[in-house]
């Protein structure tokens, strides 16, 4: 059975650059019929999508259009795993950070199938 | 790119159902059949309980229903039970390549 995990530092500085991996297991990330993503939600608050990436050919990526200046998806074939980077971090940034399977039809995602457990990340001075 | 509306809260009995609506436009959740329901408990990660508007993934109880009018999606739960009180999100395909989330709705079970 597939599964997702999260990991990465839990506390950082404001301007620092938080930087998550996801470790798929049970499967490989290089499948053509889902996308991977990156979902948050900050204390007490509701989920906002990240992004996600399509892994199977050149590693196509889509944003949210409020966090685009500042994230970055990528993949590691090797290790199975897929990463967030999300630069120059405020304490607005502070949340538990989830990675999850997107399935999709034919270019469309259709949603989040498959979650990490989420990480928390603290963003403090 | 606007989150899509939910109410804050829903309550209801023992056995009852509840509707949890949400609500969004032409551009997200009228303009696509992509809408997806989510479960969450405190400290857990979301469950994935409806997708395409109205289908369950295997292994979800029958209690969960998804439909859809026009731009408002809603998010069924008949006989209602106490292990249904959690946090419910919609999500809905914004076009663009792009996903919204809906505010989350919490469901408590009096």
């Known amino acids: 059975q597939m599964q997702l995990q999260e990991s990465g530092p839990g506390l950082l500085k404001p301007s620092q650059t938080l930087s998550l991996s996801c470790t798929v297991s049970g499967g490989p990330i290089t499948s053509d019929t889902v996308y991977w993503s990156w979902i948050r939600q900050r204390p007490g608050k509701g989920l906002e999508w990240i992004g996600y990436?399509?892994?199977?050919?050149?590693?196509?990526?889509y944003y949210n259009p409020s966090l685009q200046s500042r994230v970055t998806i990528s993949m590691d074939k090797s290790k199975n795993q897929f990463s967030l980077k999300m630069n120059s971090v405020t304490a607005a940034d502070t949340a538990i950070y989830f990675c999850?399977?997107?399935?999709?039809?034919?270019?469309?995602?259709?949603?989040?199938?498959?979650w990490g457990p989420g990480s928390m990340v603290t963003v403090s001075s | 790119q606007s989150a899509l509306t939910q109410p804050a809260s829903v309550s209801g009995s023992p056995g009852q159902s509840i509707t949890i609506s949400c609500t969004g436009g032409r551009r997200d959740v009228g303009g696509y059949n992509f809408v997806s329901w989510y479960q969450q408990y405190p400290g857990k990660a979301p469950k994935f309980i409806i997708y395409q508007d109205n289908n369950r993934p295997s292994g979800v109880s029958n209690r969960f229903s998804g439909s859809k009018s026009g731009n408002t999606a809603s998010l069924t739960i008949s006989g209602l039970r106490a292990e249904d009180e959690a946090d419910y999100y919609c999500?809905?395909?914004?076009?663009?390549?792009?996903?919204?989330f809906g505010g989350g709705t919490k469901l408590t079970v009096l």
């Open positions: 999500c809905s395909y914004a076009g663009s390549g792009t996903l919204v």
């Open positions: 990436i399509y892994t199977y050919f050149s590693g196509k990526m």
């Open positions: 999850a399977r997107t399935p999709r039809v034919i270019t469309t995602p259709t949603g989040f199938d498959m």
